[in-house]
């Protein structure tokens, strides 16, 4: 069964830059096909895709972030990353990690606060 | 703000059929398909259709997928109450390069 659990700080500052890290079970990043991603919600809000990668070499972000985004792969830990940098409280949100190939498996998500 | 149309809100009576419908435009809905995602308060996203219209395993019968021209739609028959969620529609733009969400559909059953 697959798997996908995000973990990473939940309040930060404006203008820092939030990590977050994306651990999966029950699959390989490595030997899949499929794609890889990150998604966000603020309150009360609709879906915003972030970005995703493939382990043959894919990454596609989302245009208005593409200055501030790297996604990352640990492939021994079977783990991805987001790194969002220069942070304001317009990236309030719920971050999900999710198999973004037809956005098939989620984690539970996680809130992340940017206020100081 | 949202990149596909969809209706902010439909209701429904129990045992009824709900058609929600979202809109793009040729470089999204109507080029790649759109898949489907039911949210319930407090919980992720979950998959109801794929942008060909495929229900994932264990999803039920009663949820089906279409689409025509550049509108997505997704008909749910015989409404129970734990249909009432959140619907949003997905696609990739092949313009912008960009997956865009509609901004979604509360359907409450009455």
């Known amino acids: 069964q697959l798997q996908l659990q995000e973990s990473g700080p939940g309040l930060v500052k404006p203008s820092e830059t939030l990590s977050l890290t994306c651990t999966v079970s029950?699959?390989?990043?490595?030997?899949?096909?499929?794609?890889w991603g990150w998604l966000r919600q603020p309150p009360g809000k609709g879906l915003e895709w972030i970005g995703s990668f493939s382990y043959s070499g894919s990454t596609n972000y989302k245009p208005s972030l593409k200055s501030r985004v790297t996604i990352s792969v640990d492939t021994s830990k079977n783990q991805f990353s987001l790194r969002l940098i220069s942070l304001t409280a317009a990236d309030t949100a719920v971050y999900y990690c999710?198999?973004?190939?037809?956005?098939?498996?989620w984690g539970q998500g996680t809130l992340v606060i940017v206020s100081s | 703000q949202a990149g596909l149309t969809q209706p902010p809100s439909v209701s429904k009576g129990l045992r009824q059929t709900a058609t929600l419908t979202c809109t793009g435009n040729s470089n999204n809905v109507g080029n790649q398909g759109a898949g489907w995602l039911q949210q319930h308060q407090g919980h992720p996203p979950k998959l109801l259709s794929d942008r060909n219209n495929n229900r994932p395993s264990g999803i039920s019968e009663r949820f089906s997928a279409s689409r025509s021209g550049n509108t997505a739609s997704l008909t749910i028959t015989g409404l129970q109450p734990e249909d009432e969620a959140d619907y949003y529609c997905?696609?990739?733009?092949?313009?912008?390069?960009?997956?865009?969400f509609g901004g979604g559909t509360k359907l409450t059953v009455l």
């Open positions: 997905s696609a990739w733009d092949s313009s912008l390069r960009d997956v865009v």
């Open positions: 999710a198999r973004a190939s037809e956005f098939a498996y």
């Open positions: 029950g699959a390989s990043i490595s030997s899949s096909n499929y794609f």
